[in-house]
């Protein structure tokens, strides 16, 4: 056991600061054997503060070399030294404050604050990194103008970094040199950001709305240099986006973004200096899949973005995350559906809400997306936050509408520009530029779990009405038993016989009725009558996925198929898919198995093998079986290996029934030319590699032969790794380890690509594949001490690979357990996140569930637990 429980933080207990800090000036000197840093700051009494409070600053892993007042030294017993900081009982109402601090970022593997990065120096400061660098006020509402002055090394480290306008530079005593940055904006210190490296800069440009240039600039170590025109482009989409469609214009003459390989997270919006984990930045053709591809638009976008809704606008505190963290993912969310395939999108958005952040919300760590305490900040950059928050704010724009959404967008940013604010102020100012009410709308940033919307209908054929009834619970969550009803936009649609909508008449005679109507569910139980309704329809439920909720409505079979191949609405279309598929799979769960697959399952799948008229994309994303997470997801006590064998067994039948199909599919779309990662060519890759994928998994000798071509002749990773992939997953042996070695053999130079091998073989769902996991822990490309190699091995293990992962005799989490102890240590942060695939136990089968708490108890078990382990494990057992 822990020997002191960390202390929660309350939202309620928030209180402005004591004291402001108004500048910064600081001066890094870096040593290979620890780094300098003096820091000064004006510091004054906040005039909206209570009077005669001490200061207080936070600082963690520091030496303190040294301590002044307006440049005179401080005697010790004016101060005191504290467990998380620095305290001084008595200040005056103005004053600098001097801090020298001496800091060991060649040790530091926590990857929080300065530290040290395949030979670069880096920093990551959010959330509560700055005090690992510094005394200083770590809060977001402390808003100081930054002036840095970094020193090195001129030979190894060439390039030296901060925040804003390099304003001065010059070589120094011994080889060394420096640059001065100033960062006119003033910002919170978890935005700080300084890089130091031997890197090359690879340059571009662009011209703002209003004529500005912009120097963009990426920095990448020299093997890299390929890899940056992906990320360039998306930045410029980006930039010319947030003009287009909410007016946003960058500030600075500068952007920089520069990749580094290790990095807890995806990247960081530093201001004017983006750092991005190079998986999240970097590709090229040969070396990045279509996914990876498509992610770097996404983060690059998202990062970008952040530079109005994060750093102009602020958060006040960290409850509030999501003010900047949800509107964002909502604003590259927009973007890339703007990019790309709106529906495949929205598609994506969606699987990731009802598989993970589902499943978020009715566990042991459920929370708002503003929540009410935490023990470890580290442990709230979750879906919840991110996620549910971008469909909060998406609620917000459905509900007001493009025009007044973008209104109330740009009241936000005008009125709070500068300051540090809270999610409320930003529905305030939604609410003032559409005169519309929000306040039970609130509840969506109060209130956890995920509201059910159960929904019966009556067709009353003498009156021609249709009456749909919709009722709504939110299930209770840990701290919240009892919930209000939520405001729920809810778009629907009524199919006729023939396929067509229907005209939607909420009252009789209405004439120009619209097809499609986001229905706005307040109340606990609400009916809505249709009218002039001249046949029974099928209901076409929260189309778009409206609202992040669960809707329970008794389909047929039938109803989906018709629904699956005539509804307008592309995501509905696809969600039948999921929901017949899902039902096939949980009518098959424990039966024998010779049980057959319903035909019409594999009629309708047929026919989206074989449409040629159909939208691609859409017909990739239809062959997706729903995933075992995603059945786990719905299931109540989740019995993972009869889950497993059902969805094997329906896929296998659906292979061997639909061998000519598949190969017909993957022939005609088996594409050459030059890659490109149009919507158009990428639904084609993913429909010719799901394919093989699956004549593969019925062991097709042609298939096999086909695997190996692809493999062989690939000139783009996609095709590279979909035939690795499919041979990993077989049962070729030979194929499989000839195809590993090669692959390796290419491209064990590459961190991104061997990332994927790692990955590939940690998830392959073959039984019995933990002995190879535990073999690539020993191999010499694995690193723990860097987080990438670790989610490609444990993460893709434990989070994809559920078959293994939940192997019957419990080994799977005993693995898990003993590694999270390890990484507790070295790295805390990435350590919490992998308790996450355990924290469910109590919506498992009898055996999971008591290996899963075995596992949970051995980790809670171990003295001096990191707060930010301690949290997860303990909120899971309580
Ligand atoms: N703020 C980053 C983002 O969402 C995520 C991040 C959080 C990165 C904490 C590092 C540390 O873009
Ligand atoms: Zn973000």
């Known amino acids: 056991m822990r020997t002191s429980q960390p202390r929660t933080i309350y939202l309620k207990d928030y209180k402005v600061p004591p004291y402001l ?8 000197e870096l040593f290979e054997e620890g780094t300098r840093v003096y820091n000064s700051m004006e510091i004054r009494r906040n005039p909206d503060a209570d009077p005669g409070q001490p200061l207080e600053l936070d600082g963690e892993g520091l030496e303190l070399e040294g301590l002044t007042v307006n440049g005179l030294p401080l005697a010790p017993s004016d101060f005191e030294v504290t467990s998380g900081g620095l305290r001084i009982e008595k200040v005056s109402d103005a004053f600098t404050l001097g801090v020298v601090t001496w800091i ?59 925040n804003g306008n390099d304003v001065d530079r010059g070589d120094l005593e011994d080889g060394r040199h420096f640059v001065t940055w100033e960062d006119p904006f003033p910002k919170p210190c978890y935005l ?96 990045a899949t279509d996914a990876a591809f498509q992610r770097i638009e ?55 809400l009802r598989t993970a952040q589902f499943a978020e919300d009715s566990g042991p760590m459920a929370h708002p997306v503003r929540p009410d305490s935490y023990i470890e900040i580290s442990n709230f950059y979750t879906l919840t936050v991110y996620e549910k928050g971008a469909e909060v704010v998406r609620m917000i724009h459905t509900l007001l509408g493009e025009a007044d959404f973008r209104k109330g967008s740009d009241l936000y940013f005008e009125r709070h520009d500068g300051q540090a604010v809270t999610t409320d102020d930003f529905v305030k100012a939604m609410e003032d530029a559409s005169g519309r009410d929000l306040s039970q709308f609130r509840l969506w940033y109060q209130q956890a779990g995920t509201p059910v919307v159960d929904v019966t209908d009556h067709y009353d054929e003498q009156a021609r009405t249709y009456t749909l009834t919709l009722s709504q619970h939110v299930p209770p969550t840990p701290g919240q038993s009892e919930k209000q009803p939520q405001h729920i936009p809810f778009a629907v649609g009524l199919i006729g016989e023939r396929g067509a909508d229907l005209p939607l008449k909420l009252e009789a005679g209405a004439s120009d009725a619209p097809r499609n109507r986001v229905l706005e569910l307040t109340g606990a139980e609400q009916t809505f009558v249709f009218h002039d309704v001249a046949e029974r329809p099928v209901p076409s439920l929260l189309r778009g996925f409206s609202a ?79 995933s075992e997470a995603y059945l786990i997801e719905l299931s109540d006590v989740a019995d993972v290996q009869a889950i497993h ?90 194929d499989r380890s000839k195809a590993l070695d090669a692959f390796y053999e290419r491209f064990s130079d590459d961190p991104q690509v061997v990332e994927q091998w790692f990955s590939i073989q940690a998830g392959s769902p073959r039984a ?8 690539l822990l020993e191999h010499p490309a694995f690193d723990w001490k860097n987080p990438n190699k670790i989610r490609s091995v444990i993460g893709a293990f434990a989070g994809q690979n559920l078959a293994n992962f939940h192997a019957e005799d419990c080994s799977g989490y005993r693995f898990l357990a003993r590694h999270i102890l390890a990484l507790d240590s ?53």
């Open 21 to 28: 800090v108004d500048h910064v000036d600081l001066r890094f």
């Open 104 to 162: 060991l970022p060649q040790d530091n593997t926590r990857l929080e604050g300065l530290y040290k990065s395949s030979g670069m120096f880096c920093t990551q400061c959010e959330a509560e990194g700055f005090r690992w660098i510094t005394y200083f006020p770590d809060r977001p509402d402390i808003m100081a103008r930054f002036r840095t002055r970094v020193e090195a090394d001129k030979a190894r480290y060439p390039i030296l970094l901060s």
């Open 192 to 287: 700080f950001a300084l890089v130091a490296g031997d890197l090359v800069e690879k340059r571009d440009r662009f011209k703002t709305q209003s004529g500005r240039d912009i120097d963009l600039r990426m920095y990448v170590e020299p093997r890299n240099a390929a890899k940056c025109d992906h990320a360039l482009d998306s930045l410029k989409r980006a930039m010319r986006w947030d003009e287009q469609i909410y007016g946003r214009e960058y500030d600075l003459d500068i952007f920089m973004i520069v990749a580094v390989d290790d990095f807890n997270m995806g990247a960081m919006e530093n201001k004017g200096l983006n750092i991005f984990n190079s998986s999240c930045v970097l590709a090229s053709a040969d070396t």
């Open 298 to 352: 996404a983060i690059v976008a998202h990062e970008y973005f952040h530079n109005w809704s994060g750093n102009r606008v602020t958060c006040r505190d960290w409850f509030q995350l999501s003010l900047k963290e949800g509107f964002t993912v909502f604003r590259d969310s927009q973007f890339s559906s703007d990019m790309g395939s709106p529906t495949v999108k929205r598609i994506e958005d969606a699987t990731l």
């Open 548 to 626: 992040p909720v669960k809707v329970r409505y008794p389909w047929s079979r039938d109803q989906l198929l018709f629904l699956m191949s005539h509804d307008s609405d592309g995501f509905n279309r696809w969600d039948a898919g999921q929901r017949l598929a899902v039902d096939v799979i949980q009518s098959m769960l424990g039966q024998p198995q010779e049980q057959t697959v319903d035909p019409r399952l594999v009629t309708a799948f047929r026919q989206l093998l074989s449409d040629t008229d159909l939208d691609l994309a859409l017909v990739a994303k239809m062959l997706h079986l729903p």
């Open 645 to 734: 064998s059902a969805r094997t067994r329906v896929l296998n039948q659906l292979a061997l029934e639909l061998q000519d199909e598949l190969l017909a599919c993957y022939l005609r779309n088996r594409e050459d030319g030059d890659y490109e990662p149009t919507p158009e060519a990428i639904a084609r890759r993913s429909l010719k590699n799901t394919a093989l994928g699956w004549l593969l998994h019925i062991n097709e000798e042609e298939a096999r032969l086909m695997a190996l071509k692809q493999f062989e002749s690939a000139t783009n990773m996609t095709d590279q790794a979909g035939a690795l992939r499919s041979l990993v997953n077989s049962d070729f042996e030979a």
């Open 768 to 775: 019995g594949t933990l002995p190879a996991v535990e073999a």
């Open 826 to 878: 070295t790295n805390p942060q990435i350590a919490a996140r992998l308790v996450a695939p355990l924290t469910r136990w109590r919506n498992y089968g009898e055996v999971y569930r008591e290996g899963m708490r075995a596992a949970l108890e051995q980790i809670q078990a171990r003295p001096d637990l990191s707060k930010d382990v301690y949290e997860v494990v303990h909120k899971s057992l309580k």
